[in-house]
Every structure is written in structure tokens, then in C-alpha cells.
């Protein structure tokens, strides 16, 4: 690390009560003049990182789902260092008006996150648990398996799972069936002959269809091609050929969901849809992992099906009810920040 990194970093450490939240000058309340239905301004701080991305956008979305919000993204994608990440953060925010709340996900976007809303006295809202003190959040909204073995401070609402940006569509019938697919990753391994014969077995029964596939970032090249050779009646649709609203959309209109075990955070995606939810088992290099016992967890709840359990029994079980941990935690970001405010 360049020395100049390391005193600036040592700096921004070492006036965290500059930087720290509860901005206990006070931060101000909503800056939208209307005497009837404010208008709340929030800011998204992105990484360019889809999945945190995605839990930002689905809290902020939700937000303007219960109250009037205008929401502007600000990202820091491909910036490195903590000088480089202010500076395109001020940049970015320099022509937009004064915010209402920040909001960020991802350990990139936490310098920038606190600057700016120390700068224009409003809260910070950090999601998932940040590598920086906990304390220097006006509240931090993580999934529940991020304090597994630990109390969570008073400033922490837990959910149940990621939030993402999926809503449940209860307006039209639901039909087909969805198949997302991960790769390997720091928790499980990879078998493309085991995958490819579960898939097999899953859609060649001739029940749940019309099936589709997409895969993601992590998944191994080469995997859609023999998807497409042996699985000729699935419809594949490549990640980098999506848009950001395909899965949302697919989700909404999905029956049946299967999920490789890897993607948690696509799990829980298929949960916020209302779908019946099945897990795709793939290789674990670690068994015991916080994570992994969440996703065991929604298995004993009977929030979704293991592919074993679906073996013995030909039933994907629907799930309680459709998760809305993000409409639930906007809710509270809400009537924390924002109590005079009424629902539009």
C-alpha cells in the first residue's frame, strides 16, 4: 500500500468521531420541501458488485413502495483505494441534490458512505456486517447468519437472509419452472456430470415445465453448452445477456425455483417471490459455515425442498409464505428516521 494510502487510511481511522454516525451533532430530517407528502431523497452507494447492489436498490425500492422517495444511485465501481473511492463518490455527488439517507452495501462503499452523510448530516444505513466498527452506523441491516455466534448491537436489525430487489406477484398465475446455477466458490467445489444429471432428472419427468436456466458470474465455461447438448428442451439464458430486471421478472412468474446450494443469496431471491424453492446439491470443501447453516435452517422450516428429499418424495413443498424482509426493514428504516412521514 502507497505510504500516502496508509496515512490517509490511519487519518480516516483516527477521526472516526468525525466520521461515525449517530452524527451526534444530530443529523437533519427530511431536506424535500412539501407540507402534505415529502418526497425522500435517497443515495445508493454501489461497488459494482451485482448481489450488493441488488440488496441496496431492493431496500431503497422498497422504501418508495411505502413512502414518496426518489432514489439516485452514486457508485464507486472499479476504483481502488480509499482516496480514489471519496473522490468518485464527491464526484458523483457534487450536481445532486442534498440526500434524506444513505444507504450502501459492500466494504468499498463504507468510506464514501460515511463521509457523505457526515457531510450532509443525514443517517447512514450499512447492509451486511461492515469490516469498520459497527458504531459508526446509524444502523447496519444483516443477514441473521452475520451474528450467528454473536449478539447484534442495538443499532442492528438482523433479516432473513440477503434483501434483494424480488417482489411476489400475486396478480397473475404462476407457471414453468426456473433453474439458477452457480459455481464454485469459497464454500463448495464443483460436478458438472452430478449437476448436469440432477437438472436431468428434475426437468426430464415432464412435470413442472416449461423449464429455463441462467447461470452466473462463478459458473464454469463450458457449463451452458452441455446444458444445452444434453437438455435440449431447457431454455438458457446466459447472465451476461440479461438485463438487470430478467431474474426479478422470471422469479415473479416462476412456479418451481431450483437453486445450486453455492447461491444462497439466489435462494433467498426465489423465497421473496413466493415460489416453491428447491436446493440443487453441489460439492462442499466446508461443512460448517454460517451460512450453510441458514441454508440447513430454511431446510428444517420447510422453506424449501433438498434435492434428496425431493427424490424420496416427488413434492416441492411451497413455502410458508412468500418472504418481504426488505418491505419489512423499510418499514423500520422508516419509523426510525422518517416517523412524521406518512405512507403515499
Not at 500500500?1 to 487519518?11: A, I, V
Not at 432514489?71 to 464527491?90: D, F, P
Not at 418472504?323 to 422518517?338: D, G, H, I, P, Y
Request: charged fraction near 20%; glycine fraction near 10%; charge should be positive.
Amino acid at each position: 500500500m502507497p505510504g500516502c494510502l496508509r496515512l490517509h487510511t490511519r487519518n480516516f481511522r483516527r477521526h472516526q468521531e468525525r466520521l461515525a454516525p449517530g452524527l451526534r451533532d444530530g443529523w437533519h430530517g427530511c431536506n424535500a420541501g412539501s407540507a402534505v407528502a415529502p418526497i425522500l431523497s435517497i443515495w445508493v452507494l454501489g461497488d459494482g458488485k451485482p448481489g450488493h447492489e441488488n440488496q441496496a436498490l431492493g431496500l431503497a425500492e422498497a422504501m418508495a413502495r411505502l413512502r414518496g422517495c426518489v432514489v439516485r444511485q452514486l457508485s464507486v465501481a472499479g476504483k481502488y483505494g480509499l482516496l480514489a473511492r471519496l473522490r468518485a463518490a464527491l464526484r458523483a455527488a457534487a450536481a445532486l441534490p442534498k440526500p434524506d439517507l444513505l444507504i450502501g452495501a459492500g466494504h468499498a462503499t463504507h468510506p464514501a458512505l460515511l463521509w457523505l452523510a457526515r457531510q450532509h448530516r443525514v443517517p447512514s444505513v450499512v447492509l451486511m456486517r461492515p469490516s469498520l466498527p459497527l458504531s459508526w452506523f446509524d444502523l447496519c441491516i444483516a443477514p441473521a447468519h452475520d451474528f450467528d455466534r454473536a449478539p447484534a448491537a442495538a443499532n442492528v436489525v438482523t433479516s432473513m437472509g440477503a434483501l434483494n430487489r424480488v417482489v411476489a406477484n400475486r396478480s397473475t398465475p404462476r407457471g414453468g419452472g426456473l433453474l439458477l446455477v452457480g459455481g464454485p466458490s469459497d464454500t463448495h467445489d464443483w460436478d458438472e456430470h452430478g449437476l448436469l444429471d440432477s437438472l436431468l432428472r428434475i426437468c426430464g419427468d415432464g412435470t413442472g415445465g416449461p423449464w429455463q436456466l441462467t447461470d452466473s458470474r462463478r459458473t464454469p465455461a463450458g457449463f451452458l453448452a452441455q446444458v444445452r447438448q444434453r437438455l435440449p428442451a431447457v431454455a438458457v439464458f446466459p447472465h451476461g445477456e440479461t438485463s438487470r430486471d430478467w431474474l426479478p421478472g422470471r422469479l415473479a412468474a416462476a412456479a418451481d425455483v431450483w437453486v445450486t446450494e453455492d447461491s444462497v443469496s439466489m435462494v433467498y431471491e426465489a423465497l421473496s417471490s413466493g415460489a416453491r424453492v428447491g436446493v440443487l446439491p453441489v460439492p462442499r470443501h466446508k461443512h460448517d459455515t454460517r451460512v450453510l447453516r441458514g441454508l440447513a435452517r430454511l431446510v428444517d422450516a420447510g422453506w424449501v425442498t433438498s434435492y434428496e428429499r425431493w427424490c424420496q418424495t416427488g413434492v416441492l413443498a411451497a413455502p410458508p409464505h412468500a418472504l418481504q424482509e426488505a418491505t419489512r426493514c423499510a418499514e423500520v428504516v422508516l419509523a426510525k428516521f422518517f416517523p412524521s412521514i406518512p405512507a403515499s
